[in-house]
Antibody, heavy 124, light 112 residues
Framework: QVQLVESGGGVVQPGRSLRLSCAASGFSFVGYGFHWVRQAPGKGLEWVAVISYDGKNKNYEVSVKGRFTISRDNSQKTVYLEMNNLGLGDTAVYYC?????????????????WGHGTRVTVSS | SVLTQPPSVSGAPGQRVTISCTGSSSNIGAGYDVHWYQQLPGTAPKLLIYGNNNRPSGVPDRFRGSKSGTSASLAITGLQAEDEADYYCQSYDSSLSGSRVLFGGGTKLTVL
């Protein structure tokens, strides 16, 4: 079954860290870029981070740059989002999603497969 | 949002509605593709249109995308109750301050 399954969300205090995971199955993991997109309660979609198909290139939304790190493990077919120094504004459902086409540079590619999301709540 | 969408649109069953997505010279106007997503209540987004005007397999041809200049549009014809959802445009922005993926603020479609 072609799917992305996120995990690792939860309730965390401000200033703490959390690592999200995104396990891929049912398709060739290698060759695809992956993104994390979040959605705060009652709000729209916000792009967070991207990692290129070869893992060599990464990019982040300004508000998370320096705090969040995206990575991938091809052997485990998993993408990660390490989130440090979390703030109240990071509260959201975090979706993992993949590029439509393989071997594409980071350039705003369409995102054709989305996980169900994992909820992150930052609260004291 | 850098990509501007109307907060809401509505239409009766069978009617046609359009959702606009207005950008600028650093994103849509720079030639970057626009993609559209449909998000039904309580679910993850679903790719609806890619590369400005292409439909993934399984998406009805009632959904049409277009792009011109610094804007793009999603047209939905023959509205159905099941089309009631939030719709988002997506593109890419590149300027001296950096590059990033962009989403529009989203448009809530109500089928009357």
């Amino acid at each position: 079954q072609v799917q992305l399954v996120e995990s690792g969300g939860g309730v965390v205090q401000p200033g703490r860290s959390l690592r999200l995971s995104c396990a891929a199955s049912g398709f060739s993991f290698v060759g695809y870029g992956f993104h994390w997109v979040r959605q705060a309660p009652g709000k729209g979609l916000e792009w967070v981070a991207v990692i290129s198909y070869d893992g060599k290139n990464k990019n982040y939304e300004v508000s998370v740059k320096g705090r969040f790190t995206i990575s991938r493990d091809n052997s485990q077919k998993t993408v990660y989002l390490e989130m440090n120094n979390l703030g109240l504004g990071d509260t959201a459902v975090y979706y993992c999603t993949k590029d439509l086409n393989q071997w594409q540079p980071i350039r705003g590619n369409a995102l054709n497969l989305w996980g169900h999301g994992t909820r992150v709540t930052v609260s004291s | 949002s850098v990509l501007t969408q109307p907060p809401s649109v509505s239409g009766a069953p069978g009617q046609r509605v359009t959702i606009s997505c207005t950008g600028s010279s650093s994103n849509i106007g720079a030639g970057y593709d626009v993609h559209w997503y449909q998000q039904l209540p309580g679910t993850a987004p679903k790719l609806l249109i890619y590369g400005n005007n292409n439909r993934p397999s399984g998406v009805p041809d009632r959904f049409r995308g277009s792009k011109s200049g610094t804007s793009a549009s999603l047209a939905i014809t023959g509205l159905q109750a099941e089309d009631e959802a939030d719709y988002y445009c997506q593109s890419y922005d590149s300027s001296l301050s950096g590059s990033r993926v962009l989403f529009g603020g989203g448009t809530k479609l109500t089928v009357l």
